[in-house]
């Protein structure tokens, strides 16, 4: 990896993260997406303006915060740790992580809910990650 494939991977990441945000988006176990590069974003006209992609960078809520390690855990793809970015998908449950400390009033008046999760989605193919995601899923239904 390099400068030379630099621009490569982050359009590859970055088209993942739409058409992942797109699926999230639409799926029933999850109650809401934070991503830039959906036209329900707040500020959708501002990234569209800014940027050539939406970045890999994206949160999600689940429904039923109560399924979030057993979802996760049924995640094959992803790696689960912190980070911004890398080639391979990186997942961490928001709350419980990076954000435990603030503490639960602190979460709440940022709007970080128990169930969210941040994705830092890589380079894999899309069909794998959204079939990867989609039987993780089914166990919250």
Known sequence: ?????????????????LALARF??????????FY???ESHPQYDVAQAL?????????????DAERMAEIVNALRLPIKATGL??????I?????????????????AMGISDGMLRL??????IEDLLADFEQALKLAA
């Open 1 to 17: 990896m390099g400068a030379e494939t630099l621009a490569l991977r982050v359009k590859q990441s970055s088209d993942n993260a």
């Open 24 to 33: 999230l988006e639409r799926h029933e176990a999850i109650g809401k997406v």
């Open 36 to 38: 830039p590069g959906l």
């Open 51 to 63: 940027f050539k992609g939406a970045s890999w960078l994206l949160s999600f809520e689940l429904r």
């Open 85 to 90: 970015g890398d080639t391979r998908t990186l």
């Open 92 to 108: 961490i449950p928001v709350a419980p992580t990076i954000f435990f400390e603030a503490g639960a009033e602190t979460r709440k």
């Open 120 to 125: 830092s989605v890589g380079i894999e193919d």
